[in-house]
């Protein structure tokens, strides 16, 4: 069974730094792409970090310069390493992966990050 395993989210201060970690296990074709979004408390889902599978990344405009994504095409996994937090980068973080080949979206089950003094 497809899945995609999310690590890393908790409590944090301003201007602290956190780590997401994310697996993807079950999945048969290569993943062209992994990546997080998040979601805050009435806002829409939005992208923050994607990662492709050539090595390409794109950022959401309010981190860039402040989160740096990385993965490990052999091993399917994504890390997000998040610096220079602010209250307003609290959300659910969702890992997300995408397999061209099938045309599929997987999502994980989301990680919290709270950034409050």
């Known amino acids: 069974q497809a899945q995609l395993v999310e690590s890393g989210g908790g409590l944090v201060q301003p201007g602290g730094s956190l780590r997401l970690s994310c697996e993807a296990s079950?999945?048969?074709?290569?993943?062209?792409?992994m990546g997080w979004y998040r979601q805050a408390p009435g806002k829409q889902r939005e992208l923050v970090a994607h990662?492709?599978?050539?090595?390409?990344?794109k950022y959401a405009d309010s981190v860039e310069g402040r989160f740096t994504i990385s993965g490990d095409n052999a091993k399917n996994t994504v890390t997000l390493e998040m610096n220079s937090l602010k209250p307003e980068d609290t959300a659910v973080y969702y890992c997300?992966?995408?397999?061209?080949?099938?045309?599929?979206?997987?999502w994980g089950e989301g990680t919290l990050v709270t950034v409050s003094s």
């Open positions: 990662l492709s599978s050539d090595g390409s990344s």
């Open positions: 997300h992966a995408v397999v061209m080949t099938t045309k599929v979206d997987y």
């Open positions: 079950g999945i048969i074709y290569s993943i062209n792409a």
